[in-house]
């Protein structure tokens, strides 16, 4: 069974002869091939080229364009801080909206106009002409707190849901926009699937998530499925009393980060819709060694069940040694392994 088809599988609940292996893998990829991140984030070429080595090597599935959650944010005009080898970072100093009124000037970005946005979007062409069923290609958008954020600042995004809803619910509404506009053009470069990261979301409080953020999220979810592919959820950080929103979003994968309760998530999310995680990027990848990780995934996978896919609570951090990387597909091997001989079939959905 090939990569595409695995993985494909593993989002709808078709047959897989193994567990899928869809980690979050940006700074690894560029240091396992020695690249500085600089050209990892700014040439698509650098990067689709270290995501196909390290997807190759490593067994995984899925390849993908994601590098900083900034280039929406770029194209729209906000100051970016480059570094050498780290990601790319917005300025905290020099946000794109330095006050509410500033919304009413913002103008939707061409995401095919040169600039960020292009850039993924000339990656996702190049992997599709190139993987053909080896992998699947994941593209990606920001979700609307964490785009709004981004565009605000933290501090200020904070404060307007708590003062000015209704500003809120505008904002969001230009965000949602821009980033149907943006999955649009990533679904006919040859996405497979868009993911959607909405990190600042873990820091809200069940009301101001149900209320202003979880509607925004649907609509992002619902407009991207109406062109024809799935969506993955990824929040970083503690989502626990999040999971009962989330489990509403019509959406065909969630990530759940080391923070949140792997047990609570599978018990509150449709059993339909695969989890990813929860292991420590951290404690379990970078420390290993590769035993840990394998033993750390068998012990999700016997919280989850089936419908669980391989990968670490969040993105591998970039000095992990590769040894302990092998470890997803010692794990997805083992599994695979130990559920034949219980079943007496290779496969299962």
Known sequence: MKGRERALASWTGGAIDRLSIQPICMSFAARYCGVRFLEYARDHQVLTDCQLRTARDFGFDVVAVT???GREAADLGAAVNWFDDAPPALDDNQPRLSGRDDLDHLRLPDPLGGGRMHECIRGIARLHETVGDDFAVLGWVEGPIAEA??????????????????????????????????????????????????????????????????????????????????????????????????ATLPVSMVDIDRRTDLALAR????????????????????????????????????????????????????DTNPDHVHGFLDAAMEIAELSQKGSGSGEWT
């Open 67 to 69: 590098s900083d959650p």
């Open 149 to 246: 954020v981004d565009l605000y600042g933290m501090g200020q995004m904070m404060i307007a849901l708590y003062d000015e809803p209704e500003w809120c619910a505008r904002f969001f509404e230009f965000i949602v926009d821009m980033e149907l506009t943006y999955a649009r053009a990533q679904v006919d470069a040859g996405a497979d699937m868009i993911g959607v990261g909405d990190a600042a979301a873990s820091l809200l409080s069940v009301d101001l998530y149900e209320r202003l953020v979880l509607p925004a999220q649907r609509a992002l979810i619902e407009g991207i499925r109406a062109m024809g592919v799935p969506v993955r959820l990824h929040i970083c950080g503690r989502i626990d009393q999040l999971l009962a929103g989330i």
């Open 267 to 318: 018990a509150l999310i449709p059993a339909s819709i695969p989890l990813l995680g929860n292991i420590d990027p951290v404690a379990d990848v970078r420390v290993g060694p590769r035993q840990r990780v394998v033993q750390r995934l068998r012990e999700c996978q016997a919280l989850v069940g089936n419908r669980f896919i391989l990968g670490a609570g969040c993105e591998l951090p970039p």
